[in-house]
Structure formats: C-alpha cells, structure tokens
C-alpha cells in the first residue's frame, strides 16, 4: 500500500470508531453472504470438512421476523401521508428487511466447521469466527443447555457460551485459554466454549477422530 493509501487508512480510523467499523463490516459480510446464499455457497468449506449447521433454533423467528417487518413496511406505506416521511421510513424498512435477511443468510452460509486435522472453527454468521487447533482440544461432548443472555457471553471463569436460539448443545473444553473477538472488537480469552450444532452427535464424532 502507499503512503497516500496508509495515511487515508490512518486518517478513517480516527474518524469513524472502532464499533462503528465493525459494524459496517458485519453488514457487508452479511450482504455478501446474500448471493452466496442463492448460489447455495458455503464460506470456508473445503472439500473433506464436516460443514455443521446451527441455524435451527433461529430459522422461525427469524422469518417470523421477516414476515413482521414486511407487514409492518406495507403498513406504514398507507399510513404514512406525508411523501418525504413516506419515503424515509420506506427505505429505512426495507432496509431493515434486508439485514435480518442478510442475518439468516450468513448463518447459513457460513456453518461451523470441523476439519480433516481435528481443527475447528466456530462461527455466527459473519460476527463471529473462532478457530480451534487440535492441539487445543482438551475434550468434546453433546450438552445441551438453554442458558440466558447475549449471543456471546464470557463468564469469570472463562466460559464462552455462544448462543443460539437461546441453546447451545456441543460443550468443548481447552486445554489452554484462547483469545477471541466479539462481534464489535472487544476481546477475550474462553477456556471453555458452548455452542450449538443441529447435529451436535457428528460434530462431536468428526472432531473425536480426525482422519
């Protein structure tokens, strides 16, 4: 990159924020995954990997929340009398219409994956991805679990709960503390990480017996 390039790179970091960025990033990710999902694409799968879905638990609401806003677009398009106003909340709700796509969209097409190696990498959609050496792997087990709080939640003792539809189902424990990235850039260190899988037995049997 050039100086030129450098200094403008520099320059847009100090103006737009750190969560403003990665929240940009996110959405383009997501939108992104649009095409791929219509293409019936998989992100980072490679031939010989185990692509394991997690979207089940989330897939009604969210187009149940699709159907929601939808409604709510059209509407808003009668009721709304004044043209301008008209306009802006259009493109705000479909807008909005379009993340929660895009949303669902990136969950699909970027799925958790188990390696040939006994690797692992762990994601949702395009806000969050993990990768688990083998050497890391201390042991896997199928635990459900229906805990409360955020997607990504890091206990003091250093469990990262990734949830999904308030579940996770597959329970991994480290043999070291590995560092992570939250949706927004915050960082951490998960000694244990629950997450879910839509089928959470052939996960567990791929990455137990690496090729």
Partial sequence: MSDAGSRRVRAARVVVPRVARRLLLNELRAAASLGRWVLRGKHGVRPGDLAAAYTGPQTAMMYGLLFVSLIETVGLAFLIPWPTVHRVVLVLDLYGVLLVLALHAACVTRPHVVRPDGSLRIRYGALFDLSVPPDAVASVRVDRRYPEGRLVSLS???????????????????????????????????????????DPRALVGALRQPA
């Fill in 156 to 198: 003091d003792e250093g469990v990262l709960d990734l949830i999904v539809g308030s579940q996770t189902s597959v329970t991994l424990e480290l043999n070291r503390p590995l560092p992570f990235t939250r949706p927004l850039g915050a960082r951490g260190e998960a000694r244990t990480i629950r997450f879910h899988a839509d």
